[in-house]
């Protein structure tokens, strides 16, 4: 290490990240996958359950559907539910105006007698 200094090749730096190399012993490999692991626990608890949570919230909303039930879609449209298929649900928003929606853009299911207050 002095020699290449020495002969100029690597230069100050050179010198510095050599005795950097030099004075790392290796260490346990736990201790340097340590922050990744914690990085990863932290993206579960704060991201990834959270949003399989909700998604298997409304995967349960969806398939508890039934004839009756005041629903939005994901459009914001108010209605009640007239007949279910396996993909698709008819809406009626008003009287004699129905409307065909997926079942999964359905967002949320309303406490009865709501389409009556609004």
Do not use: C
Request: no cysteine; charged share 20%; proline share 4%.
């Amino acid at each position: 290490m002095p020699f290449r200094w020495v002969l100029g090749t690597g230069g100050l730096t050179g010198l510095l990240v050599d005795t950097a190399w030099a004075q790392q012993d290796g260490g346990n490999a736990l201790f340097s996958f340590l922050p990744l692991i914690v990085i990863f626990v932290l993206f579960y608890f704060l991201l990834i359950r959270p949003q399989t949570k909700k998604q298997k919230e409304h995967r349960v909303m969806v398939e508890g559907l039934g004839t009756g039930d005041e629903v939005v879609t994901g459009g914001g449209v108010l209605g009640k539910v007239t007949e279910l298929g396996p993909d698709f649900v008819t809406v009626e928003i008003a009287d004699n105006v129905s409307i065909k929606v997926r079942r999964h853009t359905i967002t949320a299911v309303m406490p009865k007698g709501t389409m009556k207050s609004v």
